[in-house]
């Protein structure tokens, strides 16, 4: 029997002192565990290791190679035929040279008249400042007799326009009779179908009501397009009426003109007379200027060196009716062009390219489009052969484009070298939004990160490990860079991404490592 202090000490007591010890044990070793900092064993982990190197972060995305720059050449006039073309896609062409050809019937006939108006002026001068002399005079009466020309071509085409008219305006009626006929019939059935349906409400009676109200609403649409393309028909019609007739009146006033001109070139010229025969003069150069020019513009011509993207056209067609789909360049005449800084579709009787410049249009999710900016470096990586090509971002849309529910940003990348480079070419776009050098870094599956707290699993020599908090730099694709909380060398545990593990273990209970409460020796 124990004794204290020369007494004996009873059994009860001493079971209540090894329970109570015990205790204290057992809260020693929770304490321990908590203040540690989450120790645990890490025995069966996966781990990485904190060292010094390069960290980068990049957005990835595709899109096919372009051209920069884009110059859609059309004729001024688009109604007018094709009446040939010089150049083929793929064919690289010059400053300067022939394109294509429209009609030039107009042309010529508009040139040819405002030369013989001119011709007229310039002898009306002559005879007002030198008097009229038999010469002179035949040219009076050569000036009257080309106006009295002008006057029957203006009647012969307004009449043209007349007749035009009404053939124009019975053909439209009788389409427009024949669609409202069709209707009335399709209307009729359509109550005979429902009158058979309410004496006999079978499935074949609805059928036959449902086909005959389809009928009735196709004639319906038949009828209002035929009048809508009566409507059109005539209003063309009438505006060709209004401007023949506008012409026949311009040709009688020139015919008086004139005729006022020869009577008073009989008689003395004044000062005033002089100024008003030079400024007929210089009326009919302008005119003749402007048919000229009018004729060179059947002549379309590249505006630049370049390759042919597309001729979007065919001889014995409209130059109007050549125009492909909508393209964000705008059109240009045989003497200006457009520029635009890519373009899948063009809107151009030809478009040129410039392959010396190319680039590619690609689209950037919601989520990464913020990282993305101006001048940042970028790799192209061409699909069919694996090139990789460096370019450069040179802009960035500030409209949203949605994609199945999708908000993605435009943005283009200009290549830095296009040699060998076609155009359309589907293309792998890897853009770099950021880059440290040389820094501490660790694998960002070793970070965990709750809110804004970033915490890393370290584990000690012993085996055991260690819950730190981390302060992080950039966010690469694979690695992140550590500002502080640890050092290089530390190994990291990386978290347990298994969906039948909950990643956590409470430090030092039910592992069967050491000092556990269960499993492993004590």
Do not use: C, W
């Given at each position: 029997m124990p004794r204290v202090l020369g007494k004996a000490v009873s059994r009860p007591v001493v079971i209540n002192a090894v329970l109570a010890l015990a205790v204290l044990v057992v809260i020693g070793l929770a304490v321990r565990a908590v203040t540690a900092g989450g120790q645990t064993e890490a025995s069966n982990q996966t781990t990485t290791t904190v060292d010094t190197g390069d960290v980068m972060a990049s957005v990835t995305a595709s899109g096919n190679?372009?051209?920069?720059?884009?110059?859609?050449?059309?004729?001024?006039?688009?109604?007018?035929?094709?009446?040939?073309?010089?150049?083929?896609?793929?064919?690289?062409?010059?400053?300067?040279?022939?394109?294509?050809?429209?009609?030039?019937?107009?042309?010529?006939?508009t040139l040819r008249s405002a030369q013989i108006q001119l011709r007229a002026a310039r002898a009306s001068y002559q005879e007002t400042v030198s008097g009229q002399t038999s010469a002179e005079r035949a040219v009076d009466q050569a000036s009257i007799a080309s106006a009295q020309q002008s006057i029957k071509n203006a009647e012969l085409a307004l009449r043209q326009a007349e007749q035009s008219l009404r053939l124009n305006r019975s053909q439209a009626n009788a389409t427009v009779n024949q669609a409202q006929r069709a209707m009335n019939a399709a209307d009729a059935a359509v109550r005979k179908a429902q009158q058979a349906y309410r004496n006999d409400p079978s499935a074949e009676n609805l059928q036959a009501l449902q086909t005959a109200k389809s009928t009735l609403s196709t004639a319906r649409s038949a009828l209002t397009s035929a009048r809508q393309q009566r409507a059109q028909t005539l209003l063309s019609g009438q505006q060709q009426v209004q401007t023949q007739r506008a012409n026949l009146?311009?040709?009688?006033?020139?015919?008086?003109?004139?005729?006022?001109?020869?009577?008073?070139?009989?008689?003395?010229?004044?000062?005033?007379?002089?100024?008003?025969?030079?400024?007929?003069?210089?009326?009919?150069?302008?005119?003749?200027?402007?048919?000229?020019?009018?004729?060179?513009?059947?002549?379309?011509?590249?505006?630049?060196?370049?390759?042919?993207?597309?001729?979007?056209?065919?001889?014995?067609?409209?130059?109007?009716?050549?125009?492909?789909?909508?393209?964000?360049?705008?059109?240009?005449?045989?003497?200006?062009?457009?520029?635009?800084?890519?373009?899948?579709?063009?809107?151009?009787?030809?478009?040129?390219?410039?392959?010396?410049?190319?680039?590619?249009?690609?689209?950037?999710?919601?989520?990464?489009?913020?990282?993305?900016?101006?001048?940042?470096?970028?790799?192209?990586?061409?699909?069919?052969?694996?090139?990789?090509?460096?370019?450069?971002?040179?802009?960035?849309?500030?409209?949203?484009?949605?994609?199945?529910?999708?908000?993605?940003?435009?943005?283009?990348?200009?290549?830095?070298?296009?040699?060998?480079?076609?155009?359309?070419?589907?293309?792998?776009?890897?853009?770099?939004?950021?880059?440290?050098?040389?820094?501490?870094?660790?694998?960002?599956?070793?970070?965990?990160?709750?809110?804004?707290?970033?915490?890393?699993?370290?584990?000690?020599?012993?085996?055991?490990?260690?819950?730190?908090?981390?302060?992080?730099g950039l966010q690469g694709d694979s690695q992140t860079q550590v500002i502080s909380g640890l050092e290089a060398g530390d190994v990291l545990v990386v978290p347990e991404t298994d969906s039948g593990s909950s990643g956590f273990t409470f430090p030092g209970v039910g592992g069967g490592g050491p000092g556990g409460l269960g499993g492993g020796p004590q």
């Amino acid at each position: 029997m124990p004794r204290v202090l020369g007494k004996a000490v009873s059994r009860p007591v001493v079971i209540n002192a090894v329970l109570a010890l015990a205790v204290l044990v057992v809260i020693g070793l929770a304490v321990r565990a908590v203040t540690a900092g989450g120790q645990t064993e890490a025995s069966n982990q996966t781990t990485t290791t904190v060292d010094t190197g390069d960290v980068m972060a990049s957005v990835t995305a595709s899109g096919n190679i372009a051209a920069a720059t884009t110059v859609e050449v059309n004729f001024d006039d688009s109604s007018q035929v094709v009446r040939k073309i010089y150049v083929k896609a793929g064919q690289h062409v010059r400053k300067g040279q022939l394109l294509a050809r429209i009609d030039q019937t107009d042309a010529k006939q508009t040139l040819r008249s405002a030369q013989i108006q001119l011709r007229a002026a310039r002898a009306s001068y002559q005879e007002t400042v030198s008097g009229q002399t038999s010469a002179e005079r035949a040219v009076d009466q050569a000036s009257i007799a080309s106006a009295q020309q002008s006057i029957k071509n203006a009647e012969l085409a307004l009449r043209q326009a007349e007749q035009s008219l009404r053939l124009n305006r019975s053909q439209a009626n009788a389409t427009v009779n024949q669609a409202q006929r069709a209707m009335n019939a399709a209307d009729a059935a359509v109550r005979k179908a429902q009158q058979a349906y309410r004496n006999d409400p079978s499935a074949e009676n609805l059928q036959a009501l449902q086909t005959a109200k389809s009928t009735l609403s196709t004639a319906r649409s038949a009828l209002t397009s035929a009048r809508q393309q009566r409507a059109q028909t005539l209003l063309s019609g009438q505006q060709q009426v209004q401007t023949q007739r506008a012409n026949l009146t311009s040709s009688r006033q020139q015919l008086t003109s004139t005729r006022a001109s020869v009577n008073i070139n009989a008689q003395g010229a004044t000062d005033s007379e002089v100024a008003n025969a030079q400024a007929s003069v210089d009326t009919a150069q302008v005119t003749v200027d402007q048919a000229a020019t009018a004729l060179d513009a059947t002549v379309l011509k590249a505006p630049v060196a370049g390759t042919v993207a597309a001729v979007n056209g065919s001889v014995g067609q409209t130059a109007s009716g050549s125009s492909a789909s909508s393209s964000s360049s705008s059109s240009s005449s045989s003497s200006s062009s457009s520029d635009t800084s890519s373009s899948s579709s063009s809107s151009g009787f030809v478009t040129l390219t410039s392959t010396h410049v190319l680039e590619v249009t690609t689209y950037v999710a919601e989520a990464d489009i913020d990282s993305v900016q101006v001048d940042q470096p970028a790799t192209v990586t061409l699909s069919a052969s694996d090139r990789e090509l460096q370019g450069t971002v040179t802009s960035i849309a500030t409209v949203q484009t949605v994609t199945n529910n999708v908000v993605e940003y435009g943005v283009t990348v200009r290549l830095d070298k296009t040699r060998g480079v076609k155009l359309g070419a589907t293309a792998e776009v890897v853009i770099t939004t950021g880059s440290k050098d040389d820094v501490l870094r660790v694998s960002s599956s070793a970070l965990t990160t709750v809110g804004n707290t970033t915490t890393a699993t370290v584990q000690e020599d012993d085996g055991t490990t260690k819950t730190v908090q981390v302060e992080v730099g950039l966010q690469g694709d694979s690695q992140t860079q550590v500002i502080s909380g640890l050092e290089a060398g530390d190994v990291l545990v990386v978290p347990e991404t298994d969906s039948g593990s909950s990643g956590f273990t409470f430090p030092g209970v039910g592992g069967g490592g050491p000092g556990g409460l269960g499993g492993g020796p004590q």
